[in-house]
């Protein structure tokens, strides 16, 4: 069955009324039509099975059923991201959001590459809020994750609610960075010596990854002093599109719902 997001306010006495990008792909793009049977999530749990009334410029439906979707981790993991160049964030959005994650904040650290304005920045966003929305669809998830207008890296270290588990991923100095920076010595431990040996249902997790060019050393150093674990992925350097994705995996198989029976 076809797959939908309405917003909660589009749902009134029993009846949806989509969205226009919505309409416009289940008319022109899948051609359904009235009397067909679909799936529209709301966004926050519920999924609604709807038969279609009108087609338009705003298709219309009626509710025939409610039901609590049941693909959403028992984990709340932010994924802190540092903005890359291209097209990668799109492929980190996506991946995180089929993974599981509650929400994408993407950062800007020293080495961020791109520079825009804020205008800029919060058309980015709205695209990278598109591609969670298509992703979640896409994988069967009911709630689409929040994905924030970059901010400054000092900005988003301290996060809005409090986390059970902070993990800052950061490659070796002596492996990325440059001479002085070296030499400079800041704890890292492996990520599995990082986690605890279990974590309860709703638990809270932030993870930070840095840009193409891994996170500076203050920076790193800013982040322990508030709170968060430095933390290694092992021997080889993962890319920036890899780093989020990888250990959103690892978390989820060791306390959330990857692999867990459907």
């Not at 076809?2 to 306010?9: G, K, V």
């Not at 039509?33 to 038969?51: F, I, K, M, N, S």
């Not at 994924?79 to 994408?104: F, H, N, W, Y």
């Not at 920076?181 to 010596?193: I, M, V």
Request: aromatic share 4%.
């Amino acid at each position: 069955m076809r797959r939908f997001t309405i917003a909660p306010e589009r749902i009134r006495d029993g009846r949806v009324v989509f969205d226009r990008d919505e309409s416009r792909h289940l008319a022109r793009v899948l051609r359904l039509r009235a009397g067909d049977t679909v799936l529209a999530a709301d966004g926050g749990g519920r999924e609604y099975t709807v038969r279609l009334e009108t087609i338009g410029d705003e298709a219309t439906g009626t509710v025939l059923d409610v039901d609590t979707n049941e693909h959403e981790s028992p984990l709340r993991i932010t994924l802190l991201q540092a903005v890359p160049k291209g097209d990668k964030m799109e492929s980190i959005v996506r991946a995180s959001t089929e993974l599981g994650v509650t929400r994408i904040v993407p950062v800007l650290t020293a080495r961020t590459i791109v520079r825009l304005d804020a205008a800029r920045w919060r058309d980015r966003a709205r695209r990278w809020q598109r591609v969670a929305k298509e992703a979640a669809k896409q994988c069967g998830r009911a709630v689409v994750p929040a994905v924030d207008v970059p901010r400054a890296l000092g900005d988003v270290l301290d996060p809005d609610e409090p986390c059970d588990l902070k993990l800052c991923l950061w490659e070796q100095a002596a492996a990325a960075g440059s001479p002085s920076e070296a030499q400079t010595h800041l704890p890292t431990t492996p990520l599995s010596a990082s986690l605890p040996p279990t974590l309860h249902a709703g638990a809270r997790i932030a993870l930070l990854i840095g840009p193409e060019g891994g996170l500076a050393v203050d920076e790193v150093a800013g982040a322990r002093e508030r709170g968060w674990t430095i933390v290694g992925a092992g021997p080889r350097i993962l890319r920036t599109e890899t780093a989020g994705p990888a250990i959103i995996a690892v978390l989820q198989a060791r306390f959330g719902d990857l692999g867990a029976s459907s």
